[in-house]
C-alpha cells in the first residue's frame, strides 16, 4: 500500500480533527491563549438581550478550543462577548487545527472545553485510553466535510474505480475527513492500496496543494472545501447527501471536555451548553441579522451555505441531543463503526469495541433542567 503517512493510534494522541483551522498559524495546543477581539462588532447579536449571566459558577475563565472558518452561532458573542456573559465567565477562545490536538490540550489540561471537535479524533484518543467524555453534539454538516476530485479528470460514481486508481489523494489523518473518504473509496470499488494518500496538518495546505495540481483528490472542511469547489473547479466525488444515505456515514462535531474538569466545574459545563443552544436559536430566529458577525469571528467574507442559503450546518437541540438518535445511542455505535474500520484496514491495531463509557449525558439533563 503506497500510503504516505503513518497512522499513529496504538502510539499516542495524534490524529487530526473532524473539522479544522484553515489558518496555518493557529496556535498550537500547547500555548492556549485568548484570541483578540475586534474593536467593533460586525453586527449587533441578536441574543445580547436576553442573556442573563448565570450565578455559582466556581471558575473564573474557560479555556474553549474551537476552529477557524468554522463558523457557528455561538461565535456571534466571540468579538463583543456577550457569549462570556451568558456564560457567567470569561471564554478564553483557543484555535485548533485538529481534533487530536485538542484532546492533547485536554490531557495536558490546557483546555476546557473541546467545542466542535470531530467524533472521530474523539473516539481514537478514547480508544488509547484518554480521560475525557463527550457531553453533547455541536453541529451536524454532511456537506461540509468531503473529497473533491480536479474537475479534468472526470470522476463519476461509475467510472470512479478506473479513473481513482493510483491517484494522489491529500486528506488529515484519523479523523471523519480521513473515514468518510476511505468508506467512499471502498464504496465506488476504488483499490484503496493503490491510492498514494498524503498527510495534511490543514485545509490550507490541501487547497495549495489541489489548486498547484499536485493531488487529483482533496478532502477537507470548511473555506478549504468551498474553495476546491468554486475557484478551482473541482468536482464532488459523492455528495454528503449520497453519503448519508449510500454509505450511512453521519456526519457531526462533538462537545467534549476532560472528565476531572466536568467533576470539578459541572456548572461551567451546563452554562456553556445552555448558553450555545441559546446562541443557536438567535441565530435560527434571525440568521441574517447574526451571519456578518459569525463570519467575521470566523475569520471568513461571509457564512457561505454553511449557514445561508441551502445550509449545510444544522444543530440539534438540548433534547434532542438525548435521544437515541444521538447520546441516546446512535453516536456510540458510530464511534465503534468508525474505529473498526481502521482497526479492519489495518491503520490501528484494536478497538475497545463499546465508547457509551466515554458519553456523558447528564450535562445536557442539567442544562434542560
Known sequence: MKRAFVVAAAAGLAFAACG????????????????EPAAEPAAEPAVQEEAAAPSGLSIDTINVAYFEQWPTPNLVGFNDGSFDAAVGAEINWVPFGGGGEMSEAMAAGDIDISYSQGLTPFANTVNNGADIKLVGIAVAYAEADNCVAQGALGVTRDNAAEVL?????MTPSGNVTNFKMLSMMDFLGVDIDSLNILPT?????????????????????GGSLVAMLEDNAGELIMTGAEQVSDIGINTYDIVSIPTSFGEEHPEAVIAFLKATEQFNNAWAADPDGSNAA?????????????????????????????????????????????????????????TIGDFSGSIDGSFLEAAIG
Open 20 to 35: 479544522g483551522s484553515d489558518d496555518p498559524a493557529a496556535e498550537p495546543a500547547d500555548q492556549p491563549a485568548a484570541t
Open 165 to 169: 486508481d493510483g491517484a494522489t489523494v
Open 201 to 221: 496538518d490543514g485545509g490550507a495546505t490541501t487547497l495549495a496543494a489541489f489548486a498547484a495540481g499536485d493531488i487529483d483528490v482533496g478532502c477537507s472542511f
Open 294 to 350: 459569525i463570519a467575521e469571528a470566523s475569520g471568513m467574507e461571509d457564512v457561505g451555505n454553511f449557514l445561508a442559503g441551502p445550509t449545510w450546518f444544522s444543530f440539534p437541540n438540548l433534547a434532542d441531543q438525548l435521544t437515541a438518535d444521538w447520546l441516546g445511542g446512535t453516536v456510540a455505535a458510530n464511534m465503534t463503526e468508525q474505529i473498526q474500520t481502521f482497526v479492519d484496514l489495518g491503520q490501528i491495531d484494536s
